[in-house]
């Protein structure tokens, strides 16, 4: 057969091409289901991870249910807009985050950590190759930092994916986001050594400047769009204050 | 087994392992040995999927070999590497979704790693399926050890630790050591390999130009 003619190539070609992208489309198709499953068991194991909940070789699903037994949607003014909790766990914050402000849904976890409430906030950012995101969560106070998990997307190995390690993460336990006049100012991520003006601060990444600086940003605009929200603190935590 | 094994397919299988390295002496895939071996586990489970998918592109075009059109021969090589590392990628966010998440973008790159590229057309495309996929194991794991080489220094002396496990005591730092930051950045591998080249060519003498 002479397998250099225009035609024979043209043929060859289509047919590889529907061919390829049948088996793909089959393969995508058959995997799809348990992929959903994966990244929402994932989802669920980061959630917990802010609560410093280790889920390593145990029922993942099971120890979310028994800590947050209920999620929220809220919008920039704090109003609670839904308490469905399915639904505020599926809610894409990466996507909320590009609407403008008053047109935001946002998601709180709330978890019930012996006995006290937690509140979770979802956090998303931009490191230096990708995207960086997270959840932290607060005390009652609404100001007091309880735990905190982030992941990124692409980072620097050794460098700037260091934010991942729980090292970096437990540094944030116990920070506060807000000044001695409540204001809401954030917690700085800096250069080792160095201070933040009037907010606490944590030591960022040696070697990793950029993704901790993103970590920072990410702090102030990810937390700082549940300002209103944060503000209503209940009569018990203020006089704990 | 003689059969399955005979000289050359045995020349074929163990070549690429030495003296006929794909990045000690053919110098390929280059680029991600550089950017997985900051530690141990990636770059080990890159060398892995890297081993499948060349060994089973070899073996598709190996049986397609005498079909393919020499005008596209390499568009059609590249979309049996393109599908096969979707599929790969595919299965391991279903099976083993916390091994994806950690290669991340590493295992989309393998479509680009020239090893794959040059086995196809240098070897699959003129020999049949079983040398083919002998070919490709041999070659992935000739990338495979140099990568887990060349990683297994830089975690250690970077991070000091193996597979994520401690192996340089607190002690140590407590004594003032401190972990060689030059080895997590890029250029420390490509140095690594240089030093791997340099011993391997030290020690077969055949392999020094005149």
Same mark, same amino acid.
């Given at each position: 057969?002479n397998?250099?003619?225009?035609?024979?190539?043209?043929?060859?070609a289509?047919v590889?091409v529907v061919?390829?992208?049948?088996?793909?489309?089959?393969?995508?198709?058959?995997l799809?289901e348990k992929? @959903?499953?994966n990244?929402?068991?994932?989802?669920?194991?980061?959630?917990?991870s802010s609560?410093?909940?280790?889920?390593?070789?145990?029922?993942?699903?099971?120890l979310y249910?028994q800590?947050?037994p209920k999620?929220?949607?809220i919008n920039?003014?704090?109003?609670?807009?839904?308490d469905?909790?399915?639904k505020?766990f599926?809610v894409?914050?990466?996507?909320?985050?590009?609407?403008?402000?008053?047109k935001?849904e946002?998601?709180?976890y709330?978890?019930?950590?012996?006995g006290?409430?937690?509140?979770?906030?979802?956090l998303?950012?931009?490191?230096?190759?990708g995207p960086?995101?997270?959840?932290?969560?607060?005390?009652e106070?609404?100001?007091?930092?309880?735990?905190?998990?982030?992941?990124?997307?692409?980072?620097?190995p050794g460098?700037g994916?260091?934010i991942a390690?729980?090292?970096?993460?437990?540094?944030?336990?116990?920070?506060k986001?807000?000044?001695?006049e409540n204001k809401?100012v954030?917690?700085?991520?800096?250069k080792p050594?160095?201070?933040?003006?009037?907010?606490?601060y944590?030591?960022?990444?040696?070697?990793? @400047?950029?993704?901790?600086?993103?970590?920072?940003?990410?702090?102030m605009?990810?937390?700082?769009?549940y300002e209103?929200?944060l503000?209503q603190?209940?009569?018990?935590?203020?006089?704990n204050? | 087994?003689?059969?399955?094994?005979?000289?050359?397919?045995?020349?074929?299988?163990?070549?690429?392992?030495?003296k006929n390295?794909?990045i000690m002496v053919?110098?390929?895939?280059?680029?991600?040995?550089?950017a997985?071996?900051?530690k141990?586990?990636p770059?080990?489970v890159m060398g892995?999927?890297?081993?499948?998918?060349?060994?089973?592109?070899n073996v598709i075009i190996?049986?397609?070999?005498n079909?393919?059109p020499n005008?596209?021969?390499?568009?059609?090589?590249?979309?049996v590497?393109a599908?096969?590392?979707t599929?790969?990628?595919e299965?391991l966010?279903?099976?083993?979704?916390?091994?994806?998440?950690?290669?991340?973008?590493y295992?989309?790159l393998?479509i680009?790693n020239?090893?794959?590229?040059?086995?196809?057309?240098a070897?699959a495309?003129?020999?049949k399926?079983w040398?083919?996929f002998?070919?490709g194991?041999?070659n992935?794991?000739g990338?495979?050890?140099?990568?887990a080489?060349?990683a297994?220094?830089?975690?250690?002396?970077g991070?000091g630790?193996?597979?994520?496990?401690?192996i340089i005591?607190?002690s140590?730092?407590?004594a003032?050591?401190?972990?060689n930051?030059?080895?997590?950045?890029?250029p420390?591998?490509?140095?690594?390999?240089?030093?791997?080249?340099?011993i391997?060519r030290?020690?077969n003498?055949?392999?020094?130009?005149k």
């Amino acid at each position: 057969m002479n397998t250099n003619k225009n035609s024979y190539t043209i043929i060859y070609a289509a047919v590889m091409v529907v061919v390829v992208a049948l088996l793909l489309a089959l393969v995508s198709g058959i995997l799809k289901e348990k992929q @959903t499953a994966n990244v929402e068991l994932d989802k669920k194991k980061q959630i917990l991870s802010s609560l410093n909940i280790s889920t390593a070789g145990q029922d993942a699903e099971a120890l979310y249910n028994q800590y947050i037994p209920k999620a929220i949607i809220i919008n920039y003014r704090g109003e609670v807009i839904s308490d469905d909790r399915d639904k505020a766990f599926n809610v894409d914050i990466a996507k909320e985050m590009s609407k403008p402000l008053e047109k935001r849904e946002l998601p709180v976890y709330l978890a019930t950590v012996e006995g006290q409430t937690k509140y979770i906030l979802s956090l998303r950012g931009a490191g230096l190759w990708g995207p960086i995101w997270g959840y932290i969560s607060f005390n009652e106070d609404k100001n007091t930092v309880f735990g905190s998990y982030f992941m990124h997307a692409s980072e620097t190995p050794g460098l700037g994916a260091e934010i991942a390690t729980k090292h970096f993460q437990n540094e944030f336990i116990n920070k506060k986001i807000k000044n001695a006049e409540n204001k809401f100012v954030s917690i700085a991520v800096v250069k080792p050594g160095q201070q933040a003006e009037g907010k606490d601060y944590v030591d960022g990444i040696s070697g990793g @400047t950029i993704t901790s600086h993103g970590v920072d940003v990410m702090l102030m605009k990810s937390i700082g769009q549940y300002e209103n929200f944060l503000g209503q603190v209940t009569d018990g935590g203020m006089q704990n204050e | 087994m003689s059969k399955l094994l005979s000289a050359k397919s045995k020349q074929v299988l163990l070549g690429p392992l030495s003296k006929n390295n794909p990045i000690m002496v053919q110098v390929l895939g280059i680029c991600s040995a550089l950017a997985v071996t900051a530690k141990l586990e990636p770059a080990l489970v890159m060398g892995l999927s890297v081993t499948i998918i060349v060994a089973l592109s070899n073996v598709i075009i190996s049986l397609l070999r005498n079909t393919i059109p020499n005008r596209i021969r390499i568009i059609v090589q590249l979309v049996v590497v393109a599908a096969l590392v979707t599929v790969v990628s595919e299965f391991l966010k279903a099976f083993a979704y916390d091994v994806s998440v950690q290669l991340s973008v590493y295992i989309g790159l393998i479509i680009t790693n020239c090893i794959l590229m040059g086995r196809l057309e240098a070897f699959a495309m003129g020999n049949k399926p079983w040398e083919s996929f002998l070919d490709g194991i041999g070659n992935g794991i000739g990338y495979a050890w140099i990568l887990a080489a060349v990683a297994f220094v830089r975690e250690l002396l970077g991070s000091g630790t193996l597979l994520n496990y401690r192996i340089i005591p607190q002690s140590f730092y407590d004594a003032g050591y401190v972990n060689n930051g030059m080895m997590m950045m890029p250029p420390m591998a490509l140095i690594l390999v240089a030093c791997l080249i340099w011993i391997h060519r030290a020690a077969n003498k055949d392999l020094q130009e005149k």
